[in-house]
């Protein structure tokens, strides 16, 4: 089983930056896809990125595509979203998952095994 845990959630204006960070423990090796998904109050759970166990292969929703960057330090166990041009539909909790499975389908979150508890970001007009 692998734990994770957000941090890096907060208040930002918009237009502002923010960087997210998912700490991994427990069984780390058999996260082979790490992923973000985000919820905002009363909505569905989205797709935000994920990115592969080398990190040699990411993917984003059409709506954070060009603004956020996901990125992988397996030496350190972590996975990070540098998120710029933040604006107010941005403001959700945001989730890290993992998939221990290798064919997954990855803006899936069904397919995901494990969760993080959720860092709050809120973006201000």
């Known amino acids: 089983q692998v734990h994770l845990v957000e941090s890096g959630g907060g208040l930002v204006q918009a237009g502002g930056s923010l960087r997210l960070s998912c700490a991994a423990s427990?069984?780390?090796?058999?996260?082979?896809?790490m992923a973000w998904f985000r919820q905002a109050p009363g909505k569905e759970r989205d797709f935000v990125s994920a990115?592969?166990?080398?990190?040699?292969?990411?993917y984003y929703g059409d709506s954070v595509k060009g603004r956020f960057t996901i990125s992988r330090d397996n030496a350190k166990n972590m996975v990070y979203l540098e998120m710029n041009s933040l604006n107010p539909e941005d403001t959700a909790v945001y989730y890290c998952?993992?998939?221990?499975?290798?064919?997954?389908?990855?803006?899936?979150?069904?397919?995901?095994?494990?969760w993080g508890q959720g860092t709050q970001v809120t973006v201000s007009s």
């Open positions: 990115i592969n166990w080398s990190g040699g292969a990411t």
């Open positions: 998952a993992g998939a221990s499975a290798s064919k997954i389908a990855p803006m899936r979150d069904g397919d995901y095994n494990s």
């Open positions: 427990g069984r780390t090796f058999g996260v082979l896809v």
